[in-house]
């Protein structure tokens, strides 16, 4: 489920509609949600407090975002994906310390390969038998 101003490939009030329809699925069959938001934050967070009462749980998929965001995120009770962006000091830098503020618990490890690699860390070509 995902909210993504970055590449607005649909109209906001089209995917603003589409997470609330995919919410409301996610209630009705008590599945936990994975979710992920680029330069939407405050539209997805105001989306997510009207359904967090019915929803059983979830992911923040590929976390870069703020403290605050972070703070809200948990607070909500989702888990946090962290992936190979925290690698990038370039990008990931800011994540270092709001390490420290994820519960355990609640921390996902993601590689989101090949997409978010640590920026050192280059794949090995696929052999001509996994082509």
Not at 90 to 110: D, F
């Amino acid at each position: 489920m995902v909210l993504d101003y970055f590449r607005d490939f649909s109209p906001r009030p089209v995917q603003q509609a589409a997470f609330h329809r995919q919410l409301e699925v996610a209630a009705r069959v008590r599945k936990p949600v994975f979710l992920h938001q680029r330069d939407a934050h405050e539209d997805f967070l105001a989306i997510l407090k009207e359904h967090r009462s019915t929803l059983i749980g979830g992911v923040t998929h590929c976390f870069t975002g703020t403290a605050h965001e972070l703070t809200a995120y948990l607070e909500l009770g989702f888990a946090i994906g962290i992936t190979g962006w925290i690698c990038d000091e370039r990008r990931g830098a800011h994540l270092l310390p709001l390490m420290k503020e994820i519960p355990a618990e609640r921390l996902l490890l993601e590689t989101d390969g090949p997409y978010l690699l640590p920026r050192d860390l280059r794949p090995k070509p696929a052999s001509r038998k996994e082509k």
